[in-house]
T-cell receptor, first 115, second 112 residues
Framework: DAGVIQSPRHEVTEMGQEVTLRCKPISGHDYLFWYRQTMMRGLELLIYFNNNVPIDDSGMPEDRFSAKMPNASFSTLKIQPSEPRDSAVYFC?????????????FGPGTRLTVL | DAKTTQPPSMDCAEGRAANLPCNHSTISGNEYVYWYRQIHSQGPQYIIHGLKNNETNEMASLIITEDRKSSTLILPHATLRDTAVYYCIPSNYGGSQGNLIFGKGTKLSVKP
């Protein structure tokens, strides 16, 4: 199994541009999580899905952030418009089933730099 | 208030056991203790979890005190590749209250 796949691995963009981060969870996993990590705030949960349905988006910082999961094998996190304070490493994670929902497999992350 | 207290950093000699403590005095009765680690520039990695009994897997052992207010993660024979930040996270798996909340963790440095 290839594990959780994220793309791109690095993204550099200018303030005001739209940014789309992509994630392919492990096949068969029904939970998908998006996290953000910064030096100041540490690792924070942004949103998670169960069976492609968003369950808790209380961690999404503001309306500029949106996440979708159109099918079981693909999710996107979009920032529009991007701002320098969005610079961070964004991780996607997946897990299988309610009782093991917190045994999460993390992807390698996308390092986003907004200039 | 932080749910856990972990030392910010620890050193361990290669080949020796690494014992990483965590205080979680406000843990709820239905919360497990999860341990994750994050090697530099990588995503976090699940290690082990437990409710009240000691647990062991191929990566580590977890010792939970009888009152469940603290736990210790044991890496029996630490290697240089175990250098990472280790997170102790009380959580259940149900609903939003079961979300993983990562604190600052313990930075473990394994030295040759």
């Amino acid at each position: 199994d290839a594990g959780v796949i994220q793309s791109p691995r690095h993204e550099v963009t200018e303030m005001g541009q739209e940014v789309t981060l992509r994630c392919k969870p492990i096949s068969g996993h029904d939970y998908l999580f998006w996290y953000r990590q910064t030096m100041m705030r540490g690792l924070e949960l942004l949103i998670y899905f169960n069976n492609n349905v968003p369950i808790d988006d209380s961690g999404m910082p503001e309306d500029r952030f949106s996440a979708k999961m159109p099918n079981a094998s693909f999710s996107t996190l979009k920032i529009q418009p991007s701002e320098p304070r969005d610079s961070a490493v964004y991780f996607c994670a997946s897990s299988l089933g309610l009782k093991v929902r917190n045994e999460q497999f993390f992807g390698p992350g996308t390092r986003l730099t907004v200039l | 208030d932080a749910k856990t207290t972990q030392p910010p950093s620890m050193d361990c000699a290669e080949g020796r056991a690494a014992n990483l403590p965590c205080n979680h005095s406000t843990i709820s009765g239905n919360e497990y203790v999860y341990w994750y680690r994050q090697i530099h520039s990588q995503g976090p990695q699940y290690i082990i979890h437990g409710l009240k009994n000691n647990e062991t897997n191929e990566m580590a052992s977890l010792i939970i005190t009888e009152d469940r207010k603290s736990s210790t993660l044991i890496l029996p024979h630490a290697t240089l590749r175990d250098t990472a930040v280790y997170y102790c996270i009380p959580s259940n798996y149900g609903g939003s209250q079961g979300n993983l909340i990562f604190g600052k963790g313990t930075k473990l440095s394994v030295k040759p």
